[in-house]
């Protein structure tokens, strides 16, 4: 079992948890609050001069931790499978420009076809934009997603199948995004972590909690401490295969969007130290 | 990939699926579908005579297939996890009286503690009523749930999961329950059934499909055909693995429940020789 959290060195939030706040105030507010580092999604950035915002979160004394998200690969039509691939060109560029080390991948599944169809098509769409996010410097991070999206979010929904598709891929610049969320029912994920980490693959550790009963497939993610996700226990793991980086909140949260944002933030750095 | 259906020899519904009915009228309705057999929920059972139940059953022409659900074995306290044990010893007796040779085991899991934690219970649970099951005849059919359901449901989410408890507990009587709707997404599905069919525990198949969007975790499954979930697929597989008994359509649906049975019974007739 991991340490209790001592400060928040290593608190990182998306911008999508106080999704009703412009960037320019989760800037602010996070900064106030503590928060080290910012995981910025895409939507976040419309209408903004992107080189900007990045210094703008580096000048409040925040790190740019990734973008948020790349990925949805797999499509029925090669037109639609270029398309996928021309928009993460375009992430790529907006990390640069960010200066974002890292995107995170939501692979992207196709309703019409298999889902070994989709695997193989988020493999090939990964290694056919990887050249460019290397000459950027920036990484990719696989995200396997909890196996309820499966029908239409992603066809990665175990560590297990994620570290395979980065050992089929091969390359320092594709790794994978550990989210508790997605991944702690799992009977192999202790180990699938340590597989990860042996060569140094974990490039992202997310957290927030499962709620019971959850009313959203989507939208009903709680706080850390609120559910049953044995979060610290998994910090563990991944410290244990060598992961000193980031501990990323993102919370999806109908709940939560409708209340005081401000209130909210502060939730979040209480509950991350009591139970992150 | 399995030949399509010819008729509805193998075809069984399970009366939750028309929960509006009492289950006087679903015998007579599913009978009068042409359906072949019935797997019967508890609740279905309340107030009833349960062996008179059980031979209008046959009666009917339709044969009882099982009897859902025992199960939900772990508990934080010794004292619940004997009230479990003593539930499960009830449903044995139901499932004798009903003439049911087999019954479905929803494993279940314990809100407050670890998942391995809520595993060794469901071992010991299943191995303190196993005696009294087999002396009366009576199979355990291990039905992995969805990773949706690890919180509260069962600790029990992977077909690799149940085949370990099953290899472990080493009994005739302890097989598996493999439900499409749980287990569609897992990337090794056909490996572990075929690992399953080579020794003989495959004692169920149930059907139903992935709606997108899933509207609710619990109730919003599909008609065969509605959603993402390769049926005729998995079904050739379970057969490849040696199991020819019944196809269990075992649908929880708002949607379908607020509308007419008779009618839906039609559609479930007409879509599972077109999808099953």
Same mark, same amino acid.
């Given at each position: 079992?991991?340490?209790?959290?001592?400060?928040?060195?290593?608190?990182?939030?998306?911008?999508?948890?106080?999704?009703?706040?412009?960037?320019?105030?989760?800037?602010? =507010?996070?900064?106030?609050?503590?928060?080290?580092?910012?995981?910025?999604? &895409?939507?976040?950035?419309?209408? %903004?001069?992107?080189?900007?915002?990045?210094? &703008?979160?580096?000048?409040?004394? *925040?790190?740019?931790?990734? *973008?948020? %998200?790349?990925?949805?690969?797999?499509?029925?039509?090669?037109?639609?499978?270029?398309?996928?691939?021309?928009?993460?060109?375009?992430?790529?560029?907006?990390?640069?420009? /960010?200066?974002?080390?890292?995107?995170? *991948?939501?692979?992207?599944?196709?309703?019409?076809?298999?889902?070994?169809?989709?695997?193989?098509?988020?493999?090939?769409?990964?290694?056919?934009?990887?050249?460019?996010?290397?000459?950027?410097?920036?990484?990719?991070?696989?995200?396997?997603?909890?196996?309820?999206?499966?029908?239409? %979010?992603?066809?990665?929904?175990? /560590?297990?199948?994620?570290?395979?598709?980065?050992?089929?891929?091969?390359?320092?610049?594709?790794?994978?995004?550990?989210?508790?969320?997605?991944?702690?029912?799992?009977?192999?994920?202790?180990?699938?972590?340590?597989?990860?980490?042996?060569?140094? =693959?974990?490039?992202?550790?997310?957290?927030?909690?499962? &709620?019971?009963?959850?009313?959203?497939?989507?939208?009903?993610?709680?706080?850390?401490?609120?559910?049953?996700?044995?979060? =610290?226990?998994?910090?563990?793991?991944?410290?244990?295969?060598?992961?000193?980086?980031?501990?990323?909140?993102?919370?999806?949260?109908? =709940?939560?969007?409708?209340?005081?944002?401000?209130?909210? *933030?502060? &939730?979040?750095?209480?509950?991350?130290?009591?139970?992150?």
């Amino acid at each position: 079992m991991a340490q209790p959290l001592l400060d928040t060195t290593q608190l990182c939030v998306h911008t999508i948890t106080t999704k009703p706040w412009p960037i320019e105030t989760a800037i602010d =507010r996070y900064a106030a609050h503590g928060v080290q580092g910012m995981t910025v999604w &895409r939507d976040a950035l419309a209408g %903004r001069d992107i080189a900007a915002t990045g210094q &703008r979160i580096r000048d409040a004394g *925040l790190a740019v931790v990734s *973008l948020c %998200r790349g990925g949805f690969f797999p499509a029925e039509t090669a037109a639609g499978r270029q398309a996928a691939i021309d928009d993460n060109r375009r992430a790529i560029d907006e990390a640069a420009a /960010l200066g974002a080390p890292l995107i995170v *991948l939501v692979c992207g599944a196709a309703l019409g076809q298999p889902l070994p169809v989709s695997r193989q098509q988020i493999q090939a769409g990964i290694e056919a934009v990887l050249p460019q996010a290397a000459a950027a410097g920036v990484k990719l991070a696989v995200e396997p997603l909890h196996p309820m999206y499966a029908d239409s %979010r992603s066809a990665i929904n175990t /560590l297990g199948q994620a570290n395979d598709l980065c050992a089929a891929i091969a390359s320092p610049w594709v790794g994978v995004a550990v989210d508790v969320y997605h991944l702690w029912w799992d009977p192999h994920l202790q180990a699938e972590i340590q597989r990860c980490g042996e060569i140094g =693959r974990i490039f992202a550790f997310h957290i927030c909690d499962w &709620r019971t009963p959850t009313d959203d497939l989507l939208n009903d993610r709680g706080l850390m401490g609120e559910g049953c996700i044995p979060i =610290r226990q998994i910090r563990g793991w991944v410290e244990e295969a060598g992961f000193g980086g980031f501990h990323e909140v993102e919370i999806f949260s109908n =709940r939560y969007w409708t209340t005081d944002q401000e209130t909210f *933030l502060g &939730r979040i750095v209480e509950v991350y130290l009591a139970s992150g």
